[in-house]
C-alpha cells in the first residue's frame, strides 16, 4: 500500500457511522415529504459539509469537491475528498432501491482510496491503491473482489450508466457508484457509462484495485481522477473483455445511444 502516516483503514467506521446518520436523516424527510429539490439543495450539501469537517479533523490539510457543494476548502490542499453522499437519491425517494454513499480520498492528486455504502443493504465496498478492493456485508464478513468476481458467472454483458448501448444485454441502476461496484463484483462483463467527477471517482479507485481496466470511450486509459467537476465518459472490464471489445469496435461512440 501507498506510504502515508494514516491509516486509512481507521476512516472505514468513521464513514460507515456517518453513512447511517445520513439514511436516518434521509428516510425522516421522505416520511416528511420533503421535496426531492430540497433534499439536493439544502440536506445534502450540509452531509457534504459533515464529511469536510469529520475527514479535516483525521487527515489536517483537506479539501472536499461535493456532487451538490461544490469545492470546499483550499484546492492545493495535500487531500482532497470527491463525494456524492446520497448517490441514487431520486430512486430513494421514488421508494426504488440502488442509492449509496460514496467518497474517494486523492493524496497529492492520487487516488489511494475509495469507500461506497450501499445504503439500502448496508453491504460496503472499500478500495485502498496496493491494498486490495473489498466487499463487507452486515454480518462483518469480508471477501476480496476479486475472487467475487470469479465465483460470480455474470448476468449481463453491460452495465450502463446514462446511456443505452445497442445490441448487447445491459442492465442499470440509475445510481453511478453501485453499478461500478456490481461491475467490480462481477454481475457484468463490462461496464460503459457517463457521470459526474464525484459520482465515479469511489468506484474508480475500486475498480483499478480489482484489477480493472478503465477507459475513456476512444479505449485510451484514464490514469487518474480529475480533480474538477467535470463528465467522465468511461468503459471499464477486465483487460481480456476490454481486449475484445475493442478488436470489434474503434469507439464506444459506435454502439450507445446517449440518454
Not at 433534499?39 to 490539510?61: F, N, Q, S, T, V
Not at 453522499?85 to 482510496?113: Q, T
Request: glycine share 6%; with cysteine; charged share 25%.
Amino acid at each position: 500500500m501507498i506510504a502515508m502516516e494514516v491509516d486509512l483503514k481507521n476512516l472505514d467506521q468513521v464513514l460507515l457511522s456517518h453513512a447511517e446518520k445520513v439514511l436516518s436523516k434521509a428516510r425522516q424527510l421522505r416520511k416528511e415529504m420533503i421535496s426531492y429539490r430540497a433534499l439536493i439543495k439544502e440536506h445534502k450539501p450540509a452531509w457534504e459539509r459533515e464529511a469536510y469537517e469529520l475527514l479535516k479533523e483525521y487527515l489536517g490539510d483537506l479539501a472536499l469537491l461535493g456532487k451538490d457543494s461544490g469545492l470546499i476548502g483550499n484546492p492545493d490542499a495535500e487531500w482532497l475528498c470527491i463525494c456524492d453522499l446520497f448517490d441514487g437519491s431520486l430512486n430513494f425517494m421514488c421508494g426504488l432501491k440502488y442509492y449509496a454513499y460514496s467518497l474517494a480520498l486523492l493524496h497529492n492528486r492520487e487516488a489511494v482510496y475509495g469507500f461506497v455504502v450501499d445504503l439500502d443493504k448496508m453491504t460496503y465496498y472499500r478500495a485502498e491503491k496496493g491494498g486490495g478492493a473489498y466487499i463487507v456485508r452486515p454480518d462483518g464478513v469480508m471477501s476480496e473482489l476479486r475472487e467475487e468476481a470469479l465465483r460470480v458467472p455474470a448476468n449481463f454483458q453491460v452495465i450502463t450508466t446514462n446511456v443505452i448501448v445497442k445490441g448487447l444485454n445491459s442492465t442499470e441502476f440509475r445510481c453511478t457508484a453501485l453499478e461500478l461496484c456490481a461491475l467490480a463484483r462481477g454481475a457484468a462483463e463490462i461496464g460503459i457509462g457517463r457521470s459526474w467527477t464525484p459520482e465515479v471517482a469511489a468506484g474508480y479507485v475500486i475498480l483499478r484495485e480489482t484489477g480493472f481496466e478503465f477507459m475513456d470511450w476512444d479505449f485510451k486509459p484514464i490514469n487518474r481522477i480529475p480533480v474538477t467537476y467535470e463528465e467522465i465518459r468511461f468503459v471499464s472490464g477486465s483487460p481480456k473483455t476490454i481486449k475484445e471489445l475493442q478488436a470489434k469496435i474503434k469507439s464506444i461512440n459506435e454502439i450507445i445511444v446517449i440518454v
